[in-house]
């Protein structure tokens, strides 16, 4: 019996470090699929769009010269254009979780917990937000004037306000659109390092790997 006990002992002694070290490995393989699957990243695309300037303008005028009972006119017509093409180079930037989910600055600020940041621009976004809603209530009356003025074939002075009043909800709502970014990409990228590293040593990685 005691014999027996040994033999068990030494096979134990020789395979659970093997086995320990697949459970290890394992492991290991796991956190790796983890980081993967949940590190941030950041990536900046460049593109180039044609920006097309055209400006023309005409000039009409008639100069009538009288004598006794003799009248002779002359009318002159100038027009003059302009036409520019530039080729323009837009650098635009995103925020990637696992390389495969697209971050918008909120998530990404509420990932990072930097709530401050997150308190700061909900503020601005809330008052663009009120902003555009007068902006569009501006619109749909000037929109609703000019109709019931056309239907109701008043003068044209209420035609004209409310045409105006909606040209100015249209510029109240387009000055009020949010940004691509309420934050830079130097910040965005210090605070994607500051996490990946957090994450690294939370599931046991060398800092190196990514």
């Not at 390389?99 to 709530?115: I, K, P, Q, Y």
């Not at 000055?175 to 590293?197: C, G, L, M, T, V």
Request: aromatic share 12%; hydrophobic share 40%; charged share 25%.
């Amino acid at each position: 019996m005691p014999r027996r006990c040994l033999v068990v002992i030494l096979i134990l002694f020789f395979f659970c470090p093997v086995l320990f070290a697949d459970q290890a490995s394992d492991q290991e393989y796991i956190n790796k699929l983890y980081y993967r699957n949940n590190k941030l990243a950041l990536e900046v695309r460049k593109r180039t769009i044609d920006e097309i300037r055209n400006w023309s303008n005409t000039d009409i005028s008639t100069t009538t010269y009288s004598f006794e009972s003799y009248a002779y006119s002359t009318t002159g017509i100038y027009t003059s254009s302009l036409f520019r093409s530039e080729a323009k180079e837009i650098t635009e930037w995103y925020i990637y979780k696992g390389a495969v989910t697209e971050l918008s600055d909120f998530e990404f600020l509420n990932l990072v917990g930097d709530r401050e940041k997150v308190e700061q621009i909900s503020k601005i976004e809330d008052q663009k937000t009120g902003f555009r809603t007068i902006g569009n209530i501006t619109i749909g009356l000037g929109v609703a004037g000019m109709i019931g003025g056309a239907a109701a074939s008043t003068n044209q002075s209420l035609v004209m306000t409310s045409a105006l009043v909606m040209v100015a909800g249209f510029f109240i709502d387009a000055f009020n659109q949010s940004p691509d970014h309420y934050i830079k990409p130097d910040y965005a990228q210090d605070k994607i390092n500051e996490y990946n590293i957090d994450l690294k040593r939370k599931l046991n990685l060398p800092l190196t790997y990514e």
